[in-house]
Structure formats: C-alpha cells, structure tokens
C-alpha cells in the first residue's frame, strides 16, 4: 500500500464536495442574472450531495428562498435553516395533500399550487397563508391549466406571493419552445400583479434576460452540472467521485473480464480492480465506456460494471498503480459532462443516484 494520505483512508468510494465551488457557481449565477433575486433549488438531499451542508453554504451566502420538491425536505430544510436565516422562504414544488396541510403550516413552508382545487383547498383551510401558483404554460407536468388561471385568481382569501413556470426544453436555449413559454408566463403573470414571477431554473439563468423575471430558481448548475446539451464551462466542478483500487492482476490474451465476459483481452493486459459499482450510483451503462483519472492518466472501465467494483484497464499506464491507490471518476479530470455522456446520462441522474454508501466529505 502507498500513495495514501490520511484523508485517502476509506475502504469505499466517496464523493469530495466543495462548498467553495458551491459558492463560486452561485454567484456566477447571480452575476448572469443580476436584477433577479437568485433562489437555490435543494429538492432530493440537495441533488445528492446532503441537504444540510449544502443550505447552511447557500444562506451563508444571503441565498434567502429554496425549493424543494416534497413537504418532508421541506420541514428537514427548515430545521437546518432555523439558525442561520429563520425567515427564509421555503417553497414545495409538489403541492399540499390533504395529509400534508398540517406539516406545510407547523414548518411555515409554502406550497406552489398546482390547480384551482389545491387553491381553493388552501385559501380555505388556511388564514391566507402565502402560496406560490405554478401556471402549465405547456410542459404538461405540474401546474394550473390556463383554463383554471380566472378562477383562481378571483379566489377570496388566497395569498399568492409568487407564480412560476417551467421551460420544457431550456437544455437548448434556440429552441423554439422556450420563447413560445416565456410571452405566454409574461402575459398570464399579469394576471397577478401582486406577485413576483419565476420562469427560469439553471437553463433560463443562463439564458438572456428576458427569461429571468424577479425570481430564478437553479438547481444542477448550483452543484457544477450543465443544464445544457453542451458543457457550460463557467461552472465549477462541486463533486469529484473517487474510489480505491482494492486490487491488481494482469490477464494473458483470450481471458476475459467480469459478468458475461464482455470484455476480452487482444494482448497482455493489466487491470485494476476499484471499490465502486452501480450499487453506489456509477450506473451499469458505464460499463465498457466510461473513464477513470489514476496515477496520472486516463482509464477505461473493462467489462461490466457490477454492484460493489469496477474493473479499469491500466495496461498502458506509465507511472506505476498500487492498490490503495485512487481513482476519480468525474469532478477532477473529466467534468460531471463527460461522465454523464459516456453513462448515456445526465449530470442530474449521476449526482441524485449517488448511493447511501458513498461517503460525502465536505471540503
Ligand atoms: C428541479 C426544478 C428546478 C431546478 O432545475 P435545474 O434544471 O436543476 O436548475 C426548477 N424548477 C422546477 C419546477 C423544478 O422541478
């Protein structure tokens, strides 16, 4: 065993997060879009990398208003909030259920409202306790219908402090659709006057100013994913994979790698075994493709990636690789695109599949 430092001592894979990076990308944002006030999206423990470190950097950097997609992360977010900004806005994407009303009012959480049913439930069942309205301006997922958008607003009693949307296609900023959403968002927010408007998450950030409105709303790039089609090289890598190589072996020519033998080897060839499989979040459709950082150069992923390991081919390394040595699968070396590209998936799907095994470790 060599090449360890102290902070290499793990038997597993782990994830180092740089809440510095955070920071850095938020006020990338906030500098991309800066007449909007710029709110973090922390829904499925922060996209993966741990709810409450994530938060706590986020208000330490005046962030003032989150979403989350259920009223359960919306009460563990106040908890972590409490201390640090008692005040914040927390908003929940998926709207109230009859059971859920009682936990949207003890953690003080407001619910976007999906439909004039959810309005009218909560401008009766509340003291106009404020709501965000989500209008469906043609994603067809959550959201009022535009047929609902009248009634609602002539509701009595409802307390509406923010209307958003959500752009179906901003992963390409030329795309038609994108601007078809924002006149209409435009033209039915006027329909509340009292009530500041979001159109835009990490796509519409980045994207002129006539999608930002008074709120933008980020996830994946806050945590250095593109939200793109194409990398977006301002934004800093947040999380780097990184795993240690539990074993070595050199196979002769013919002998094959791993389940069902899909890796064969043409000549002599050396590979290194890595603790790290689909069981912690690298998905399987790596397998054969994707790459590793070790000892100074690249390696491909030989065979098929299982449960708990990886085997990379190392037969061309030049700087010798012992085991306890570290291998970085995406944030240092190859960016959370070109993982995600060659797992046939995106950064959202790398960073929130990341297992209950990989150790986060804040920097
Ligand atoms: C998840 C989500 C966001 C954040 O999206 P990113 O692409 O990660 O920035 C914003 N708005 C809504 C409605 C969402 O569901």
Redesign the pocket.
């Given at each position: 065993m060599s090449g360890h430092t102290a902070s290499d001592k793990t038997s597993g894979p782990w994830v180092d997060i740089s809440l510095d990076a955070l920071a850095a990308n938020y006020a990338t944002l906030r500098a991309a879009a800066p007449d909007a006030e710029m709110a973090a999206?922390v829904?499925c423990n922060a996209?993966g990398l741990g709810l409450a470190a994530i938060a706590t950097k986020l208000a330490e950097q005046n962030c003032k208003t989150f979403?989350v997609?259920y009223p359960e992360e919306g009460a563990a977010l106040r908890e972590v909030l409490k201390p640090l900004n008692a005040d914040a806005a927390i908003y929940v994407?998926n709207g109230p259920l009859p059971q859920t009303m009682a936990l949207f009012q003890s953690a003080k959480m407001a619910p976007?409202l999906n439909s004039l049913e959810q309005a009218t439930t909560w401008a009766a069942e509340t003291d106009g306790a404020p709501a965000a309205l989500?209008i469906d301006t043609g994603m067809n997922r959550?959201g009022a219908p535009l047929s609902e958008i009248d009634a609602i607003a002539a509701l009595s009693g409802l307390n509406i402090n923010l209307v958003?949307s959500?752009l179906a296609c901003?992963s390409d900023p030329a795309h038609p659709k994108n601007d078809e959403q924002c006149k209409l968002f435009g033209a039915v927010a006027k329909d509340f006057p009292q009530a500041r408007a979001s159109l835009?998450?990490?796509?519409g950030?980045l994207m002129d100013a006539r999608f930002h409105f008074d709120l933008v709303?980020?996830?994946?790039?806050?945590y250095g994913?593109s939200?793109f089609d194409i990398d977006e090289a301002r934004l800093e890598p947040v999380a780097v994979l990184r795993a240690p190589v539990v074993q070595l072996r050199e196979i002769a020519p013919g002998e094959t790698v791993g389940y069902n033998a899909s890796f064969k080897a043409t000549a002599p060839t050396r590979l290194a075994t890595v603790a790290l499989g689909y069981g912690d979040g690298m998905p399987a459709s790596g397998s054969g493709r994707a790459q590793a950082v070790i000892a100074g150069g690249r390696a491909r992923i030989a065979g098929r990636i299982s449960m708990d390991l990886i085997s990379l081919d190392i037969t061309d390394h030049k700087n010798p690789i012992n085991t306890g040595d570290i291998a970085t699968f995406f944030g240092e070396g190859i960016r959370l695109f070109e993982a995600a590209k060659s797992c046939n998936t995106s950064a959202?799907e790398l960073l929130t599949g990341l297992g209950g095994r990989v150790d986060r470790r804040y920097l």
């Open positions: 999206v829904k996209y979403f997609a994407f976007v989500h959550l958003m959500h901003a835009s998450a990490s796509g950030a709303r980020p996830g994946v790039a806050l994913g939200p959202y």
